[in-house]
């Protein structure tokens, strides 16, 4: 038998605000009653006998539990919303946290066992050739060299027009993939069923023939991505691997940081069954809790919430609704956004799927979905 109440809570930290949705199959009563527990973890809500509880993302102090008011309207959707003082237990932690803590930087990978690389570099991000351009006009440090002719070198991994080469023995790091020659790839090898000449041809596991990177003609390099990879943690020993929506979390929130834009055109990266997406980042960072229980889930959980829709620009997407226009306006500026075609799909089903998390009363705002995707925790990096 199905539960006749589901409860979500999140924690937007900008606003010291707790909030909490309840979705119930009736009316709330008299009989219905909310309660915050003595310590201030967990709310509980009762309605027709059932007693649902679920684990706050931060503690709120109180001295002991409490009764909550209710809205005097019956409804089946309810919204209690608790302001926090300043100095609530539990924000502390929660202010210290980093804005966006991604695994496996180069200097990581520097102090792991030695594995053929004996150079690892962190690449700035995706621009940093306009930037070059835009910092100095000859190559940096040679300007001392007899016969300088304003262009780098490809022994040191920029050449003329400020390309970036592969080089044996030394891997670029990005956010999200490495950069290594062809020799420095073992088990990889080219996608013999891939036969377009459209985009970058893709890279493949020898054992099961996962897609695990792509060709990076330009760079004369071969592109490993990170969300397919797994590397022994330092401290643990064992290895490790993460979810593909975290590192497109991160991506996000990189552009975010880098140019202050929140909405982006997603597409796929060879073309997609599924349409482009238009992506909202409507609150970058927040911790909820959902009494919707899931094996990959641990409550509380850090993520971004996010609103999307097929893009409005393409002729096979509806026209506009009045409320669309007026969302739109709030912002004129989007940036576009290409995902390798797995890691596009699994953004498309995972924030689908994460609508389950929501009450119903929550899962929409206006015509856009609403959808969570998962972020790192700093304590979850090894």
């Given at each position: 038998m199905s539960s006749i109440l589901q409860l979500y809570v999140e924690l937007l930290l900008n606003i010291r605000t707790v909030t909490l949705f309840a979705s119930l199959k009736s009316e709330h009563t008299d009989t219905t009653k909310a309660e915050l527990s003595a310590d201030g973890e967990a709310i509980s809500l009762t309605h027709e006998g059932e007693t649902a509880t679920i684990r706050l993302p931060t503690r709120i102090s109180g001295g002991g539990s409490a009764t909550l008011t209710l809205p005097a309207t019956?409804?089946?959707d309810l919204t209690l919303r608790m302001q926090l003082q300043e100095k609530s237990p539990g924000l502390l932690k929660l202010n210290e946290r980093s804005e966006n803590a991604t695994p496996w930087s180069a200097g990581f990978l520097s102090d792991g066992e030695d594995g053929g690389i004996s150079r690892w570099m962190d690449l700035p991000n995706e621009n940093w050739a306009e930037m070059m351009d835009f910092?100095?006009?000859?190559?940096?440090?040679?300007?001392?060299?007899?016969?300088?002719?304003?262009?780098?070198?490809?022994?040191?991994?920029?050449?003329?027009?400020?390309?970036?080469?592969?080089?044996?023995?030394?891997?670029?790091?990005?956010?999200?993939?490495i950069l290594l020659t062809e020799v420095d790839c073992c088990g990889v090898q080219l996608n013999d069923r891939d036969i377009s000449h459209t985009h970058q041809q893709q890279l493949v596991c020898k054992q099961c023939t996962a897609t695990v990177g792509a060709v990076d003609e330009?760079?004369?390099?071969?592109?490993?991505?990170?969300?397919?990879?797994?590397?022994?943690?330092?401290?643990?020993?064992?290895?490790?691997?993460?979810?593909?929506?975290?590192?497109?979390?991160?991506?996000?929130?990189?552009?975010?940081?880098?140019?202050?834009?929140?909405?982006?055109?997603?597409?796929?990266?060879?073309?997609?069954?599924?349409?482009?997406?238009?992506?909202?980042?409507?609150?970058?960072?927040?911790?909820?809790?959902?009494?919707?229980?899931?094996?990959?889930?641990?409550?509380?959980?850090?993520?971004?919430?996010?609103?999307?829709?097929?893009?409005?620009?393409?002729?096979?997407?509806?026209?506009?609704?009045?409320?669309?226009?007026?969302?739109?306006?709030?912002?004129?500026?989007?940036?576009?956004?290409?995902?390798?075609?797995?890691?596009?799909?699994?953004?498309?089903?995972?924030?689908?799927?994460?609508?389950?998390?929501?009450?119903?009363s929550a899962r929409k705002f206006q015509d856009w979905n609403v959808g969570l995707l998962k972020r790192f925790e700093e304590n979850e990096i090894d």
């Amino acid at each position: 038998m199905s539960s006749i109440l589901q409860l979500y809570v999140e924690l937007l930290l900008n606003i010291r605000t707790v909030t909490l949705f309840a979705s119930l199959k009736s009316e709330h009563t008299d009989t219905t009653k909310a309660e915050l527990s003595a310590d201030g973890e967990a709310i509980s809500l009762t309605h027709e006998g059932e007693t649902a509880t679920i684990r706050l993302p931060t503690r709120i102090s109180g001295g002991g539990s409490a009764t909550l008011t209710l809205p005097a309207t019956p409804s089946k959707d309810l919204t209690l919303r608790m302001q926090l003082q300043e100095k609530s237990p539990g924000l502390l932690k929660l202010n210290e946290r980093s804005e966006n803590a991604t695994p496996w930087s180069a200097g990581f990978l520097s102090d792991g066992e030695d594995g053929g690389i004996s150079r690892w570099m962190d690449l700035p991000n995706e621009n940093w050739a306009e930037m070059m351009d835009f910092w100095h006009c000859h190559k940096p440090d040679e300007h001392h060299l007899p016969d300088h002719k304003h262009e780098a070198g490809r022994d040191k991994g920029y050449a003329a027009a400020n390309k970036l080469f592969a080089k044996v023995g030394v891997g670029y790091v990005d956010l999200s993939y490495i950069l290594l020659t062809e020799v420095d790839c073992c088990g990889v090898q080219l996608n013999d069923r891939d036969i377009s000449h459209t985009h970058q041809q893709q890279l493949v596991c020898k054992q099961c023939t996962a897609t695990v990177g792509a060709v990076d003609e330009r760079a004369e390099g071969w592109r490993l991505f990170k969300w397919s990879m797994a590397v022994t943690g330092q401290s643990s020993g064992v290895m490790k691997s993460y979810s593909m929506p975290k590192w497109i979390s991160a991506q996000l929130l990189t552009l975010i940081e880098n140019q202050g834009i929140r909405k982006f055109t997603v597409r796929s990266e060879p073309i997609s069954a599924l349409p482009a997406t238009t992506l909202w980042v409507f609150s970058p960072d927040l911790s909820f809790s959902s009494s919707v229980d899931t094996d990959a889930r641990e409550d509380p959980t850090r993520a971004m919430k996010v609103l999307w829709q097929p893009d409005l620009n393409q002729p096979h997407s509806s026209e506009r609704t009045s409320g669309s226009q007026a969302l739109d306006s709030q912002s004129l500026s989007m940036e576009e956004l290409s995902l390798p075609k797995p890691a596009f799909e699994a953004l498309i089903d995972t924030l689908t799927k994460s609508a389950q998390w929501l009450p119903a009363s929550a899962r929409k705002f206006q015509d856009w979905n609403v959808g969570l995707l998962k972020r790192f925790e700093e304590n979850e990096i090894d």
